[in-house]
């Protein structure tokens, strides 16, 4: 497996096709995470998450998303949802694009956010396994596959797609 970093990269605005609806990844009192939907485009796929948290959990997750307001101060780190993607012999963490939490950082209350994440390209075996956790909220390393069938741009996909 070659190592690979998944940017945090807009999708395109228009020509998407549903290939994944969304299922449930994990299902606590506290804690959801499920896979909104799967999108492909002619350069690429879209992994839309939603995630959320109550109780402690919401509380932690503020304090990790929190801004950092010491430039100076270099202990200081944040956490969010970790994503690892595996597509094909491509293997690494995936960057969210505008992971916007739906409720604010500040007050009480459950934390919500339905980061997205790029990949650009689409799997030649027509699946592709997904690795989440998140363990500063309790959210444990989960790992699944998604079988997404043939590409429904073969064309695009076969001929050396950005990556």
Avoid: C, K
Avoid at 29 to 53: I, K, M, P, Q, Y
Avoid at 150 to 157: A, D, G, N, R
């Amino acid at each position: 497996m070659r190592r690979h970093r998944w940017p945090a990269l807009a999708p395109p605005t228009t020509g998407g096709i549903t290939v994944h609806a969304g299922m449930p990844i994990v299902a606590e009192n506290d804690l959801t995470l499920e896979l909104s939907a799967v999108t492909a485009f002619a350069s690429g796929l879209l992994l839309r998450f939603a995630l959320w948290v109550a109780g402690v959990r919401a509380d932690f997750a503020r304090h990790e998303t929190r801004p950092l307001t010491d430039a100076l101060d270099w202990s200081a780190q944040w956490s969010y949802l970790a994503v690892n993607i595996l597509v094909d012999d491509l293997g690494g963490l995936a960057d969210p694009f505008h992971p916007v939490p739906d409720s604010g950082l500040e007050g009480s209350g459950p934390y919500r956010t339905t980061p997205q994440y790029w990949i650009g390209t689409y799997p030649s075996t027509g699946a592709l396994t997904v690795t989440t956790s998140w363990t500063q909220v309790g959210l444990h390393r989960t790992s699944f596959t998604l079988a997404l069938g043939p590409s429904p741009f073969p064309t695009t996909f076969g001929s050396g797609a950005q990556r």
